[in-house]
């Protein structure tokens, strides 16, 4: 799975950042910063499988931390996702993408994603240019950011933002040329994230 330099993973990771300037009682006073709950966001992928349908796949393990400082807007974006946690709902594909021909898990156990150029629209994030690391290789992304939400936290009662995002890559531009173009070259990713304020 890679990504197009033009609209890469839509990490939603940043759209979590985007509500807080928009949300009632979520106001923004210079920078803040947020922990993704990792037990409440989730990537997921969709990727054309011998042009008959469509497989699709999550990972179950991401972490990161994100910066917004809305009233400048700046801001800071860091994201990793656990390869190995890749799930498709059968086993032994999940253990063949692991495998060294697709992502490589002993070698390359995480991709991550960082961002410092944020782009806002009347005070909400709206757009995330950074770089993405996969199999060792590191190339630039943007991710669109789409719908988010901010509040407290109904059980917590905690600050906390949520948001999807999604975006489409090339995964050969990372090297990840198995059965391309059999098994399709294009993974279209969405991602539901979740993250709490840092006191």
Known sequence: ????????????LTLIVAGMSTMPGIALAGAVSYVVDSKHT????????????????????????????????????????????????????????RATEFFNVDTYPNMTFTARELEFDAGRLVKADGQLTLLGRTLPVS?????FACGEHPIHKKPVCGADAETRIRR???????????IG???????GVEAFRVP
């Open 42 to 97: 989730y990537a997921s992928f969709e990727i054309n499988h011998l042009g008959l349908s469509t497989a699709r796949g999550t990972f179950d393990r991401t972490s990161g931390t994100i910066t917004l400082d809305a009233e400048n807007g700046t801001g800071e974006i860091r994201i990793t996702i656990d390869t190995a946690s890749i799930d498709t709902g059968l086993a032994k594909r999940d253990e063949h993408l």
């Open 172 to 182: 050969s531009e990372w090297g990840m040329t198995k059965y391309v173009p059999i």
């Open 185 to 191: 070259d294009e993974v279209t990713i969405n991602i």
């Open 1 to 12: 799975m890679a990504i197009y330099n033009q609209s890469p993973w839509r990490l939603a």
């Open 143 to 147: 991710l669109r950011i789409g719908h």
